[in-house]
């Protein structure tokens, strides 16, 4: 490759195409993650031309593909050395002792006397430090990285890359450096009818076939013309396919684009922290994108399932507003101008037993941690500061997930647990069960107990379920008395002698229910009701996805409707039968005209429950 030094415009690609360019480090500055005026203007005043051909362009030649989690082991953390030296500095410092580090940078001697200077937390040893010299334009390795794929369920490791959604064509072939380097075949979504593109920080997997996305990925795969590209010409089935092609996604999940996210990158405001656990962002009432961010999750929670076949389960977490105390795009005492920027505790990255957690100030990076740490003890939360001084890299659109990507170990050992509920029951055991994976097969499968952090953890072999497939195992912890808080995890060997955990950290982390009564909000609790009524829609004004809570006093048939001001049916929301309790429904108001409508419940013909919307 060829390096960028300052004041040197011309960029030679190895396809013989020469274009002239200018990279963001020769203006002085760090590009954000969305493409602001001045990058634009550098771009079309020099001129762009993206690589046409790289990696293997067509399907990987597997039957059981299966796109890798965050939450799993890695081999590898991967940063590009573009700006913010200090923040990529502390995330090598916090991953060497977990896995390699590899760097990719355009100054090799530059970035090895920073990591090895004084400076921001003093010498570090590059004993597990990979360098690598490679021409670069942006730091967001997270959305230009490749995504770790096993062919074969959790063997024949391999990378896969899609276009990259910004004019960066030094970003875009970085992937093929990391494939060359750890020896990895890369595949490539750049060639039709495969071409789709995508970027990182909008995807996360579950590890198990579903995948998340905002609509961002069908916006720019609709084949229409931008300043820079013409976008893949693709329907929503054809993504689906080629993602499940290339990556083994059998479930996308697409939610709405938040109205104040200039980027529409999820990982700006949700989490996977386990293959069935949401962290999501959460806003003051009524605020800045909380509305759509509850309406889109309560549409997740409704409609999609985790790999056990349960509603996934949603941990909030507050996001904080800038000093000002503004939040992005709502400020009624700043006449409704955008002001804040996302300060995000969900941009966070797993490396193996640890968590690398953006903080920006102290009221607000207490509750965060505590809540990082609750939903995953053992796990080491690393706080690290991006909003300070010349670390104010949330400022640009990202944290540290935007700024990180990872490479999954070649011999995964896959342990997978639907943990469980706490529960009243104090005569029957509790049934643990588990789903224990890798290539050589399972030869070994532990639960362990223990009613006490103090205590000595109890063993018990764990036996494989009826269906004998030698990767669904099973075990019991008995009875408890009421008031007991039980802590469990499970352990697996494999045949070839590796050995793996759930979670992860174990014994130091583990699963926790409590036997004992369990509080609930029942209907008794609510304001009384007849028959039916709303609780608050949201959001609204409602402009997408839009959530419609209905709570009913007792089970009955219902119609919920949507009429416009003359009183016109728009949409027969629901129609049939409703559970005692509160139901949440969805319906879309994108293609609404803008006005006032009205929601009513109908019970026989009888409309007991209006509620006021507007579409703006």
């Known amino acids: 490759m060829i390096n960028n030094y300052i004041n040197k415009g011309i960029l030679i690609f190895f396809m013989c195409m020469t274009i002239v360019e200018v990279g963001a480090q020769e203006l002085g500055k760090v590009w954000s993650n969305a493409v602001g005026a001045e990058e634009r203007a550098v771009i079309e005043s020099k001129g762009f ?6 990696g293997i362009e067509t399907p990987p030649p597997f ?10 082991e ?50 570090l040893s590059l004993d597990n430090v990979d360098i690598i010299e490679q021409d670069l334009n942006t730091i967001w390795i997270r959305d230009y990285g490749a995504n ?4 074969s369920w959790n063997d024949d490791r391999i990378l896969v890359d899609w276009i990259y959604n910004r004019p960066r064509p030094d970003d875009d072939v970085v992937s093929d450096a990391l494939g060359e380097h750890l020896g990895i075949d890369v595949y490539s979504t750049t060639a039709e009818p495969h071409d789709l593109m995508n970027t990182g920080g909008n995807f996360m997997s579950d590890g198990f076939g579903t995948a998340f996305e905002s609509e961002l990925i069908i916006q720019e795969n609709n084949g229409e013309n931008t300043w820079w590209t013409t976008f893949p010409d693709h329907d929503i089935n054809e993504i689906e396919n080629i993602l499940q092609d290339f990556m083994g996604i059998d479930e996308l999940v697409t939610m709405e684009n938040l109205p104040f996210d200039g980027i529409h990158h999820i990982d700006m405001h949700m989490k996977l922290l386990d293959e069935s656990t949401l962290l999501v962002s959460e806003y003051p009432e009524g605020l800045s994108d909380g509305p759509q961010i509850n309406a889109n999750i309560d549409y997740v929670i409704a409609n999609v399932n985790t790999k056990w076949g349960t509603p996934f389960n949603v941990i909030r977490i507050p996001s904080p507003p800038s000093t000002s105390g503004a939040y992005p795009g709502e400020q009624p005492e700043l006449n409704n101008e955008v002001d804040g920027y996302y300060r995000t505790y969900s941009n966070a990255v797993f490396v193996n037993k640890k968590v690398l957690l953006p903080t ?7 509750t965060a941690i505590r809540i990082w740490e609750e939903a995953l003890p053992g796990y080491e939360i690393v706080g690290i500061d991006c909003d300070s001084g010349k670390d104010n890299i949330i400022s640009q659109s990202g944290a540290i997930h935007c700024i990180t990507h990872s490479v999954g170990v070649e011999d995964p050992l896959l342990i997978s647990h639907l943990p469980l509920s706490d529960t009243e029951n104090t005569t029957d055991a509790y049934v643990i069960d588990a789903y224990l994976s890798h290539r050589s097969g399972i030869s070994d499968a532990k639960l362990y107990y223990s009613t006490s952090l103090d205590s000595p953890w109890t063993e018990v072999t764990m036996v494989e379920s009826t269906d004998m497939n030698g990767e669904d195992f099973t075990a019991e912890i008995p009875a408890m008395p009421e008031g007991t808080d039980v802590f469990y995890y499970v352990s697996g060997e494999a045949y070839s002698g590796k050995t793996g955990s759930r979670p992860m950290p174990a014994p130091l982390g583990w699963w926790k229910f409590h036997v004992g009564e369990i509080t609930t909000n029942g209907i008794s609790e609510l304001d009384p009701i007849v028959a039916g009524k709303f609780d608050e829609v949201y959001p609204n004004p409602a402009s997408a996805i839009t959530c419609v809570p209905v709570i009913m006093s007792e089970s009955l048939a219902v119609i919920v409707v949507l009429r416009d001001a003359l009183g016109r049916t728009i949409e027969v929301i629901h129609d049939g039968l409703l559970p005692t309790g509160e139901t949440k429904l969805f319906f879309n108001a994108a293609s609404l005209p803008s006005g006032a409508y009205l929601l009513n419940i109908e019970i026989n013909n009888v409309n007991v429950a209006g509620k006021k919307l507007m579409v703006p």
Request: negative net charge; contains cysteine.
């Open 63 to 72: 039957s059981n593909l299966r796109a890798a989690a965050e939450w799993e």
């Open 148 to 151: 770790t794929v096993y062919g």
């Open 49 to 54: 031309a993206p690589v046409l051909s790289r």
């Open 360 to 366: 920006y100030y102290e009221q607000y990076d207490t």
């Open 74 to 123: 890695i081999e590898a953390l991967t940063i590009a050395w573009e700006g913010f030296p200090c923040i990529l500095k502390q995330i090598v410092s916090a991953s060497i002792s977990e896995c390699r580090v590899i760097i990719f940078t355009e100054n090799p001697s530059s970035t090895i006397n920073y990591l090895t200077g004084s400076s921001c937390g003093g010498t």
